[in-house]
């Protein structure tokens, strides 16, 4: 079993450019599966961490429904945001500057074998650090992600998740908003759920801007301690 995990920080990076090469490296560890299956052998399989932000665009995933997205095409170009349906789970998202988007591509077999509880670690990762901030973030029954004030009319989602998984490789993965324009949400119903607010850290700790690198490291210590890994950075 591998626990190391290659961490990249690909900055700011267009969306499809970083889903292929999210493909890439999932079929890299695929192949790597099948061939160890074929021939009897045992290759290490390969573990990654992106880091990525986003230029405006929405994303849809395979279940999700198209309606959500409140812009026509034209739209959508006026305020510079492109649009895709892709393969995760879940409905539909914006990602933009000021949001840590995170995608693990991992071989599950090197840690164990349950996505329930790979999206339960993924959500407990964000609520340990934004409890470093004062911030008591919960889980909201039935709604994959991170919410603030769940069960009264003040809910918000803080936080978006949506995974592909296959031969218990993930990819996809987390969007955290740190310091967000909370305004790009208006322009969908977010992840399908009506009448539930978006938010942002920037937001809740009612400061201009939060550092991102420093979110960044606390994300990485929760993850690692959670899923006993180590990280090596890899460029």
Same mark, same amino acid.
């Given at each position: 079993?591998n626990k190391?995990?290659? @961490?990249?920080? @690909?900055?700011?990076?267009? =969306?499809?450019?970083?889903?292929?090469?999210?493909?890439?490296?999932?079929?890299?560890?695929?192949?790597?599966?099948?061939?160890?299956?074929?021939?009897?052998?045992?290759?290490?399989?390969?573990? =990654?961490?992106?880091?990525?932000?986003?230029?405006?665009?929405?994303?849809?995933?395979?279940?999700?429904?198209?309606?959500?997205? @409140?812009?026509?095409?034209?739209?959508?170009?006026?305020?510079?945001?492109?649009?895709?349906?892709?393969?995760?789970?879940?409905?539909?998202?914006?990602?933009?500057?000021?949001?840590?988007?995170?995608?693990?591509?991992?071989?599950?077999?090197?840690?164990?074998?349950?996505?329930?509880?790979?999206?339960?670690?993924?959500?407990?990762?964000?609520?340990?650090?934004?409890?470093?901030?004062?911030?008591?973030a919960e889980?909201?029954?039935?709604?994959?992600?991170?919410?603030?004030?769940?069960?009264?009319?003040?809910?918000?989602?803080?936080?978006?998740?949506?995974?592909?998984?296959?031969?218990?490789?993930?990819?996809?993965?987390?969007?955290?908003?740190?310091?967000?324009?909370?305004?790009?949400?208006?322009?969908?119903?977010?992840?399908?759920?009506?009448?539930?607010?978006?938010?942002?850290?920037?937001?809740?700790?009612d400061v201009?801007?939060?550092?991102?690198?420093?979110?960044?490291?606390?994300?990485?210590?929760?993850?690692?301690?959670?899923?006993?890994?180590?990280?090596?950075?890899?460029?």
């Amino acid at each position: 079993m591998n626990k190391r995990i290659k @961490l990249q920080d @690909l900055g700011l990076k267009d =969306y499809k450019e970083t889903w292929d090469y999210q493909e890439d490296l999932f079929k890299s560890i695929v192949d790597t599966k099948i061939k160890n299956r074929r021939s009897d052998s045992e290759d290490e399989t390969e573990n =990654y961490f992106l880091f990525v932000e986003h230029p405006h665009v929405y994303t849809l995933g395979k279940s999700g429904d198209e309606s959500n997205l @409140l812009l026509n095409e034209e739209q959508l170009k006026a305020k510079g945001a492109t649009y895709y349906k892709i393969n995760r789970g879940g409905d539909i998202t914006y990602h933009g500057p000021g949001q840590i988007v995170g995608y693990p591509i991992l071989d599950l077999e090197n840690f164990f074998t349950d996505i329930h509880k790979y999206l339960r670690f993924l959500e407990e990762m964000i609520i340990l650090t934004l409890a470093e901030y004062g911030l008591k973030a919960e889980r909201s029954p039935g709604e994959t992600g991170v919410w603030l004030d769940v069960g009264t009319p003040f809910a918000r989602k803080i936080c978006a998740m949506g995974v592909r998984a296959s031969r218990w490789v993930t990819m996809h993965g987390f969007a955290l908003n740190v310091n967000a324009d909370l305004g790009f949400f208006d322009n969908i119903i977010p992840c399908g759920i009506r009448g539930k607010a978006v938010t942002s850290l920037n937001v809740e700790l009612d400061v201009e801007t939060v550092n991102e690198a420093e979110v960044k490291q606390k994300l990485l210590k929760h993850f690692k301690a959670l899923f006993e890994a180590e990280f090596i950075n890899y460029n």
